[in-house]
């Protein structure tokens, strides 16, 4: 069974309002609150990484997954089971890790068990003060398609951990990454009007698929205004990877065309349009036309 059958059966089980989006907007309170977990040797390696990049990249996900509700991210929560012949030094360096992805954002607690395996579930609260919260069903025909940085790296630099390839920069992607804070500070600051926002973790194409489908409209890209580093046209399936690699940490937006004007360093990708019957693909990009990109995507529950 596929990860969306199963949030699918789970909205329909709670037939719940706030589930849908990576964060869940709570407006009587004032805060978006999102959790995201790391299993060892499913999203993570230790062959690959260490304890100080663990804890980085476990409380940088969940940050950029506030940072794509449009909220300000201010508070941290971590969960870690460990195995019993785990070092001090470990957990140290982990906490170290986070503590410094997090800046002024604060760790105020979380619970440590005994696994078999190390196992990572972090929670993150953001405030909603000052700031309009984006929604991937508020898409709508007009609006700009715009992207935060550059794409494709992180999958570049997990093929470079796994083949021994000397790509510091894409491996630094991979393990080290960064959300895009002020990019959507610039964005749910100045917006008036309602407007559709991802991050890229399971990959641009991902992102995009997502926003068409609960806004039901069509997401048409231009692939060559897809910002990226060169140095993965060295990579055989480059194009995949830059549309299908995941775990970038970049946003993309869906926007009215006015607040282009208060933002800065984006790139325009391409436009939303009218989808006007079900045959239509959800994303076209460079006229082909995408109805499903399951087939793309990784899996946890198939083998």
Same mark, same amino acid.
Request: charged content about 25%; overall charge negative; hydrophobic content about 40%.
């Given at each position: 069974?596929?990860?969306?059958?199963?949030?699918?059966?789970?909205?329909?089980?709670?037939?719940?309002?706030?589930?849908?989006?990576?964060? =869940?907007?709570?407006?009587?309170?004032?805060? %978006?609150?999102?959790?995201?977990?790391?299993?060892?040797?499913?999203?993570?390696?230790?062959?690959?990484?260490?304890?100080?990049?663990?804890?980085?990249?476990?409380?940088?996900?969940?940050?950029?997954?506030?940072?794509?509700?449009?909220?300000?991210?201010?508070?941290?929560?971590? =969960?870690?089971?460990?195995?019993?012949?785990?070092?001090?030094?470990?957990?140290?360096?982990?906490?170290?890790?986070?503590?410094?992805?997090?800046?002024?954002?604060?760790?105020?607690?979380?619970?440590?068990?005994?696994?078999?395996?190390?196992?990572?579930?972090?929670?993150?609260?953001?405030? %909603?003060?000052?700031?309009?919260?984006?929604?991937?069903?508020?898409?709508?025909?007009?609006?700009?398609?715009?992207?935060?940085?550059?794409?494709?790296?992180?999958?570049?630099?997990?093929?470079?951990?796994?083949?021994?390839?000397?790509?510091?920069?894409?491996?630094?992607?991979?393990?080290?990454?960064?959300?895009?804070?002020?990019?959507?500070?610039?964005?749910?600051?100045?917006?008036?009007?309602?407007?559709?926002?991802?991050?890229?973790?399971?990959?641009?194409?991902?992102?995009?698929?997502?926003?068409?489908? =609960?806004?039901?409209?069509?997401?048409?890209?231009?692939?060559?205004?897809?910002?990226?580093?060169?140095?993965?046209?060295?990579?055989?399936?480059?194009?995949?990877?830059?549309?299908?690699?995941?775990?970038?940490?970049?946003?993309?937006?869906?926007?009215?065309?006015?607040?282009?004007?208060?933002?800065?360093?984006? %790139?325009?990708?391409?436009?939303?349009?009218?989808?006007?019957?079900?045959?239509?693909?959800?994303?076209?990009?460079?006229?082909?036309?995408?109805?499903?990109?399951?087939?793309?995507?990784?899996?946890?529950?198939?083998?």
């Amino acid at each position: 069974m596929k990860e969306k059958e199963l949030i699918q059966i789970i909205k329909s089980t709670l037939n719940s309002e706030y589930i849908g989006d990576d964060c =869940a907007y709570l407006p009587d309170l004032g805060i %978006t609150v999102t959790q995201d977990s790391l299993v060892e040797d499913i999203h993570f390696s230790m062959k690959y990484t260490n304890a100080y990049k663990l804890g980085w990249k476990s409380a940088m996900v969940n940050i950029s997954d506030v940072c794509a509700s449009g909220a300000n991210p201010v508070y941290l929560t971590i =969960a870690l089971s460990l195995p019993k012949n785990i070092k001090a030094d470990f957990v140290e360096e982990f906490y170290k890790g986070a503590k410094d992805a997090c800046e002024d954002v604060k760790i105020v607690g979380g619970d440590i068990t005994g696994s078999e395996k190390i196992f990572i579930s972090v929670t993150a609260i953001g405030s %909603t003060k000052g700031r309009k919260i984006s929604s991937r069903s508020h898409a709508k025909a007009g609006y700009k398609i715009i992207v935060s940085g550059r794409h494709g790296s992180s999958g570049a630099g997990l093929i470079s951990l796994i083949n021994g390839l000397k790509y510091p920069d894409f491996i630094e992607a991979h393990l080290i990454p960064k959300a895009q804070r002020k990019f959507s500070e610039q964005i749910a600051v100045n917006a008036l009007y309602d407007y559709a926002m991802m991050d890229t973790s399971d990959g641009l194409a991902d992102a995009l698929y997502q926003i068409a489908d =609960a806004s039901n409209v069509i997401m048409k890209i231009d692939f060559e205004k897809i910002p990226y580093d060169k140095n993965i046209e060295k990579f055989s399936d480059w194009k995949d990877l830059i549309l299908f690699g995941g775990e970038d940490y970049q946003l993309v937006a869906a926007v009215p065309e006015e607040l282009l004007k208060n933002i800065s360093d984006y %790139t325009i990708i391409g436009e939303v349009i009218e989808r006007n019957n079900k045959s239509d693909g959800k994303i076209i990009i460079d006229g082909k036309h995408y109805s499903d990109i399951d087939n793309k995507l990784y899996n946890h529950f198939e083998e």
